[in-house]
T-cell receptor, first 112, second 115 residues
Framework: DTEVTQTPKHLVMGMTNKKSLKCEQH?????MYWYKQKAKKPPELMFV???????INESVPSRFSPECPNSSLLNLHLHALQPEDSALYLC???????????FGPGTRLTVT | SQELEQSPQSLIVQEGKNLTINCTSS?????LYWYKQKYGEGLIFLMM?????EEKSHEKITAKLDEKKQQSSLHITASQPSHAGIYLC???????????????FGQGTILTVHP
C-alpha cells in the first residue's frame, strides 16, 4: 500500500481565517514533506520532516506553520493567508531521506 | 541549486506511437525521479535512477540515466491514451554523500495521446 491521504480535498478560506491541512500515511515512512504547486508550475518544496523533526524550511512565510505530531501524521496550519497563497498543496512521504517520495492527492486551497 | 531542463515542453502523439522525454541537469544527478501527474492531482511515482548507465522499465515505460549522470530520458513504447498527463523529472539534492530529501523538479512535459 503506497497511499498518502490528504484532507480536505478543497478549502476556501478568508484572509483572517485559521485552518489546517492534514496528511496521513501508514507505510511506516519516516520522512514527510509539504509542497506547494501553482497552476502550470512544478511543485516547490516547503518543508521536510525526518523522524518527526523539521529538517528543511525553504524560507516559507510564518503564516504557514507545519507540525508533525507523530510518524504517521503531518499538519500544515494556515493563518492570515494572502490570495497569492492559493495553490495545490501536496504532501509526500518516503521511507527515509533519499528514497522515492509518494505523494497524496493534494488540497486545493483558495484564499479569498 | 540544481536546475533541470525538460524537453519537449509538450508532445502530441497518435496512439501507438513511441515517444521520448528528456531531462538534463546542470549538475551531477545523485537521485533522479520520474513522476506523472494528471492536472490538479497528486504525483504518481514512476521510477528512480541513481547509477550512471542505469535503465529501468515498467510496463511500456523505460527510463535511463546516462553514464555521466547529467541526463535522463523517459521512453514510452506504443503510447496509449492512458499515458496522457504531465511528466516531471525530479532531482535529489546531495551534499557530502547525504540526501536532504529536497526534490527539485523540471518544468514538466505535457503529453497528449490521440486515439
Amino acid at each position: 500500500d503506497t497511499e498518502v491521504t490528504q484532507t480536505p480535498k478543497h478549502l476556501v478560506m478568508g484572509m483572517t481565517n485559521k485552518k489546517s491541512l492534514k496528511c496521513e500515511q501508514h507505510m511506516g515512512h519516516r520522512a514527510m514533506y509539504w509542497y506547494k504547486q501553482k497552476a502550470k508550475k512544478p511543485p516547490e518544496l516547503m518543508f521536510v520532516y525526518s523522524y518527526e523533526k523539521l529538517s528543511i524550511n525553504e524560507s516559507v512565510p510564518s503564516r504557514f506553520s507545519p507540525e508533525c505530531p507523530n510518524s504517521s501524521l503531518l499538519n500544515l496550519h494556515l493563518h492570515a493567508l494572502q490570495p497569492e497563497d492559493s495553490a495545490l498543496y501536496l504532501c509526500a512521504s518516503s521511507p527515509q531521506l533519499g528514497y522515492e517520495q509518494y505523494f497524496g492527492p493534494g488540497t486545493r486551497l483558495t484564499v479569498t | 541549486s540544481q536546475e533541470l531542463e525538460q524537453s519537449p515542453q509538450s508532445l502530441i502523439v497518435q496512439e501507438g506511437k513511441n515517444l521520448t522525454i528528456n531531462c538534463t541537469s546542470s549538475k551531477t544527478l545523485y537521485g533522479l525521479y520520474w513522476y506523472k501527474q494528471k492536472y490538479g492531482e497528486g504525483l504518481i511515482f514512476l521510477m528512480m535512477l541513481q547509477k550512471g548507465g542505469e535503465e529501468k522499465s515498467h510496463e511500456k515505460i523505460t527510463a535511463k540515466l546516462d553514464e555521466k549522470k547529467q541526463q535522463s530520458s523517459l521512453h514510452i513504447t506504443a503510447s496509449q491514451p492512458s499515458h496522457a498527463g504531465i511528466y516531471l523529472c525530479g532531482a535529489d539534492i546531495y551534499a557530502g554523500g547525504t540526501s536532504y530529501g529536497k526534490l527539485t523538479f523540471g518544468q514538466g512535459t505535457i503529453l497528449t495521446v490521440h486515439p
